[in-house]
């Protein structure tokens, strides 16, 4: 293809020799060298991520977002402490009781897009729930899952 007869590429205008842009939509010719624009061709040193020293700039970091408008002083200091061992203790045991009755079921995704099967509880879960610890109610307050308990220690479920 000759210089004459270059044809742009997004509006088949036909551009003349020694141009470097459609004369028509503005379109670089290639072979032309492009224009430098900061944030489309070339990178803006100042849109970086990060200052000079490592940190992030407020815009993108999240803690600064919860300090917006506040100083650095946490007004109840117990808010944001882990939770207690009792706490702790009664959400393992709400898993465990969760775990036998969804055994043999199926259960959604935490994305609730997917559900997936649910196998046999965990000896854990069963021990316990022999042991006394758990509720003979389950999580929700809902099921009977001294039912569910017998039936997997009797073996008629694998």
């Not at 224009?35 to 990060?50: C, N, R, S, Y």
């Not at 389950?138 to 009797?154: F, M, S």
């Amino acid at each position: 293809m000759d210089e004459t007869s270059r044809t742009c590429p997004w509006c088949s205008t036909s551009i003349p020799a020694g141009v470097a842009a459609c004369p028509k939509c503005g379109a670089t010719v290639e072979g032309a060298i492009a224009p430098e624009i900061p944030g489309a061709t070339a990178v803006d040193a100042k849109a970086t991520l990060g200052g000079d020293d490592g940190s992030l700039p407020d815009a993108i970091d999240p803690t600064a977002w919860l300090r917006a408008g506040r100083d650095d002083r946490v007004a109840n200091e117990k808010a944001i402490l882990p939770p207690s061992e009792a706490v702790r203790l009664e959400m393992r045991k709400m898993e465990l009781e969760a775990e036998i009755e969804n055994a043999g079921g199926s259960v959604m995704s935490g994305s609730g897009d997917v559900s997936r099967d649910v196998g046999r509880p965990s000896p854990e879960a069963l021990a316990a729930y022999d042991a006394g610890l758990l509720d003979a109610t389950g999580p929700a307050g809902e099921t009977d899952i001294a039912e569910k308990v017998k039936a997997w220690e009797e073996g008629q479920k694998d």
